[in-house]
């Protein structure tokens, strides 16, 4: 049998908060820096990209 299903390739804030095993909170706080790489806010809600391991990519922060 052949899997039909086929991995979104963008996904929403809930989402990505649950596949870095993060709150929605923290995500928030992450895009609002800019960490998330590609993410765009379309309108109200932020649409985030994914790697092609299926995650969302977060760049390092500074200190």
């Known amino acids: ?3 039909t299903e086929t ?3 963008k ?3 809930t989402e990505a908060a649950f596949l870095l095993n993060i ?3 923290r995500l ?3 895009l609002r820096q800019g ?3 590609g993410a765009e ?3 109200r809600f932020w649409v ?3 790697n092609s391991r299926g995650m969302p990519e977060i760049t390092p922060g500074r200190r």
Do not use: Y
Request: proline letters at 8%.
């Open 41 to 43: 806010k379309v309108k």
């Open 7 to 9: 991995k979104p390739d």
């Open 28 to 30: 928030r706080l992450l």
């Open 1 to 3: 049998m052949k899997d």
């Open 48 to 50: 985030i990209p994914l």
């Open 23 to 25: 709150s929605t909170a």
């Open 11 to 13: 996904v929403g804030t």
């Open 35 to 37: 960490r998330l790489k």
